[in-house]
Nanobody, 124 residues
């Protein structure tokens, strides 16, 4: 059974940090690019960051560039999203997704498997 389980969300003050984790199982993790997406209430889901299967290629949305860092540990089947200098507008449910390709994509429709998401709330 394919599973993607996010953890690390929570409530933090503006300017604070959180590290999200995405633990994968049920598929060959090394062959899949991973993306992080978020959806705030009343808004469409948006791509936040993504990483290739070998972590050689990464992409960040302009809104998080310089503040968020994506990384992966293939030995642990885990992808991380380090989020620093958090802002209230970062408040959303963050989900990770796996794509059956070595290369990442910023498009949600190109991902095959999804996690349930973890809530991130940034207070002002």
């Amino acid at each position: 059974e394919v599973q993607l389980v996010e953890s690390g969300g929570g409530l933090v003050q503006a300017g604070g940090s959180l590290r999200l984790s995405c633990l994968a199982s049920g598929f060959t993790f090394d062959d899949h690019a991973i993306g992080w997406f978020r959806q705030a209430p009343g808004k469409e889901r948006e791509g936040v960051s993504c990483i290739s299967s070998s972590d050689a290629h990464t992409w960040y949305a302009d809104s998080v560039k310089g503040r968020f860092t994506i990384s992966r540990d293939n030995a642990k089947n885990t992808v991380y999203l380090q989020m620093n200098s958090l802002k209230p507008e970062d408040t959303a449910v963050y989900s990770c997704a796996a794509r059956g390709s070595l290369l990442p994509s910023r498009r949600a429709g190109e991902y095959d498997y999804w996690g349930q998401g973890t809530q991130v709330t940034v207070s002002s």
